[in-house]
T-cell receptor, first 115, second 114 residues
Framework: GAVVSQHPSWVICKSGTSVKIECRSL??????MFWYRQFPKQSLMLMATSNEGSKATYEQGVEKDKFLINHASLTLSTLTVTSAHPEDSSFYIC???????????FGPGTRLLVL | AQSVTQLGSHVSVSEGALVLLRCNYSSSVPPYLFWYVQYPNQGLQLLLK??????LVKGINGFEAEFKKSETSFHLTKPSAHMSDAAEYFC????????????FGAGTRLFVKA
């Protein structure tokens, strides 16, 4: 149990386009989902926390208009990178948490390359 | 605020040798502590977690970690390294009062020599 999927697993796009990444909890209801980005050979940096049905809470320095997060249901959260630029190229990882429990379950990640 | 410090960005051991990856945390509230492993181009896999129960925590693949409050440490060990253990390891901390936001350490890359 506790499987989290991400789609797509990798995406290449042109500069200026928008890219949507989906994060799904497949076998449990996730009251909270988290979005991280990871640059090569670096650690995961938390971008934002999203709770179902409410606005996401962004970490300091993360542009909320650039990285749109929607958590429309207990099993789905989406991250949209708007007007992507090469510096947005990164590995984006989501995680999901069941209500009342401390463990997060991580998705396999989405590699974004902006040309 | 919470933080995690992993001592040593790279650790190299011989196959069959003891693995010791160091992690120190800072937290003003009782922490939850985690160790994750990441293989190249993959997501994170939970190795083990400390949630205020037993201080010695056993995880998957023969790994274990001991929570030492007096030392604010949560070091990861494995008695005998396998080649398949070569990966990136992340120590992480969260808390209920912090909304379960997970803060990761910088990571330690483990190399296993034949």
């Amino acid at each position: 149990g506790a499987v989290v999927s991400q789609h797509p697993s990798w995406v290449i796009c042109k500069s200026g386009t928008s890219v949507k990444i989906e994060c799904r909890s497949l076998d449990f209801q996730a009251t909270t989902m988290f979005w991280y980005r990871q640059f090569p050979k670096q650690s995961l940096m938390l971008m934002a926390t999203s709770n179902e049905g409410s606005k996401a809470t962004y970490e300091q320095g993360v542009e909320k208009d650039k990285f749109l997060i929607n958590h429309a249901s207990l099993t789905l959260s989406t991250l949209t990178v708007t007007s992507a630029h090469p510096e947005d190229s990164s590995f984006y990882i989501c995680s999901a948490r069941r209500g009342g429990l401390e463990t997060q379950y991580f998705g396999p990640g989405t590699r974004l390359l902006v040309l | 605020a919470q933080s995690v410090t992993q001592l040593g960005s790279h650790v190299s051991v011989s196959e069959g040798a003891l693995v010791l990856l160091r992690c120190n945390y800072s937290s003003s509230v009782p922490p939850y502590l985690f160790w994750y492993v990441q293989y190249p181009n993959q997501g994170l896999q939970l190795l083990l977690k400390y949630t205020s129960a037993a201080t010695l925590v056993k995880g998957i693949n023969g790994f274990e970690a001991e929570f030492k409050k007096s030392e604010t440490s949560f070091h990861l060990t494995k008695p005998s390294a396998h080649m398949s253990d070569a990966a990136e390891y992340f120590c992480a901390v969260s808390s209920e009062t912090g909304g379960f936001k997970t803060i990761f350490g910088a990571g330690t890359r483990l190399f296993v020599k034949a």
